[in-house]
């Protein structure tokens, strides 16, 4: 099971809005409504941003939000802050012999 | 507060063995699927377990397959991870997480593994 694809960065003034991709395959991101994000600030343990595609864990900002299409999923950042600056990771379920699979994972900067 | 917090990382030598645990709270424990997750030293996230709430499901990414096993003690509210036969590329942060909505919703502050001679 190969790793979802993500740009390696992104970069963005605050303010302003980003969307990182993730894309897949159908036997993964096309395939399921499955797909969740995390932020990842340097040294510190993943957080999950959003779960099953498009919802939010109670206590992230309604800033985040995400979407899919096709194979491809999205992750937007609207009034971006200076604390975005993190790594964020998609992740799906699969129908693979691997039951879950991250992205390549993208650093957001924050000019 | 869900709270879950690995131990047992540490230096070990190509070949050899170690058992990573994680001890879980702030939840009922065995009603959730855990989920072991590393991460290699300046490089992405990698699942690369996860065992079902009564312990009867377990499965593994490929390159670990019959060589680390993953178990559960609910009455202990506690996760393992036993690494034998370590390689060089096991060498990374071993986090817990709590399975929850298809995803992880909570997660350790990880436990660093470092398998060199």
């Known amino acids: 099971q190969s790793a979802l694809t993500q740009p390696a960065s992104v970069s963005g003034s605050p303010g302003q809005s980003i969307t990182i991709s993730c894309t897949g395959t159908?036997?993964?991101?096309?395939?399921?409504?499955?797909v969740s994000w995390y932020q990842q600030h340097p040294g510190k343990a993943p957080k999950l941003m959003i779960y099953e595609v498009s919802n939010r864990p109670s206590g992230v900002s309604n800033r985040f939000s995400g979407s899919k299409s096709g194979n491809t999923a999205s992750l937007t950042i609207s009034g971006l802050q200076a604390e975005d600056e993190a790594d964020y990771y998609c992740s799906s379920y699969t129908s693979s012999s691997t039951p879950f699979v991250f992205g390549t994972g993208t650093w957001v900067s924050v000019l | 507060e869900v709270q879950v917090v690995e131990s047992g990382g540490g230096l070990v030598q190509p070949g050899g063995s170690l058992r990573l645990s994680c001890a879980a709270s702030?939840?009922?424990?065995?009603?959730?699927?855990m989920t072991w997750v590393r991460q290699a030293p300046g490089k992405g996230l990698e699942w690369v377990a996860s065992i079902k709430e009564d312990g009867s499901e377990k499965s593994y990414v490929d390159s670990v397959m019959g060589r680390f096993t993953i178990s559960r003690d609910n009455a202990k509210n506690s996760l393992f991870l036993r690494m034998d036969s370590l390689r060089a590329e096991d060498t990374a942060v071993y986090y817990c997480?709590?399975?929850?909505?298809?995803?992880?919703?909570?997660w350790g502050q990880g436990t660093l593994v470092t398998v060199s001679s």
């Open positions: 997480a709590r399975n929850s909505y298809w995803g992880f919703d909570s």
């Open positions: 159908s036997s993964d991101v096309g395939g399921y409504n499955y």
């Open positions: 702030g939840f009922t424990f065995s009603t959730y699927w």
